[in-house]
């Protein structure tokens, strides 16, 4: 039997080498698709956070601790960065700080509660 770690693993792999293909193929059509999921980002955002949580749950029931998750997400978080680095100038141009706080408390929320827990556990 597949564990869930392995289907997540599966998901990310297939997910990211169609991304790659149909870039490869057609940067266009990656826009227009990018541009279909982003055009209510009210509901993106919902969407990705509820999956997220998903996850979340899978790895923590698959015996994935929050420390080791926390780990990986500096590991992921630096792979972004150095992807997102070029475009970080034009992001920070049109960002207003306290309407994100304002727009994305529940993603502020999430943050808190992770590392409340990453706490909890380290200092446990």
Do not use: C, H, R
């Not at 500096?74 to 141009?93: D, E, H, M, N, T």
Request: aromatic fraction near 12%.
């Amino acid at each position: 039997m597949i564990e869930i770690l392995q289907i997540l693993a599966w998901i990310i792999i297939v997910a990211s080498l169609i991304k790659m293909l149909v870039i490869l193929v057609s940067a266009k059509s990656w826009m227009n698709f990018a541009k279909k999921v982003y055009s209510n980002p009210n509901i993106a955002s919902w969407v990705a956070l509820i999956l997220a949580l998903v996850v979340l749950y899978y790895l923590v029931q698959a015996g994935i601790t929050i420390t080791t998750i926390l780990a990986v997400t500096v590991f992921v978080a630096l792979v972004f960065i150095a992807g997102l680095a070029s475009y970080v100038k034009k992001i920070i141009k049109d960002v207003n700080l306290k309407t994100i706080l304002k727009d994305q408390w529940y993603y502020v929320l999430l943050w808190l509660a992770l590392i409340i827990w990453g706490i909890v556990e380290l200092t446990a």
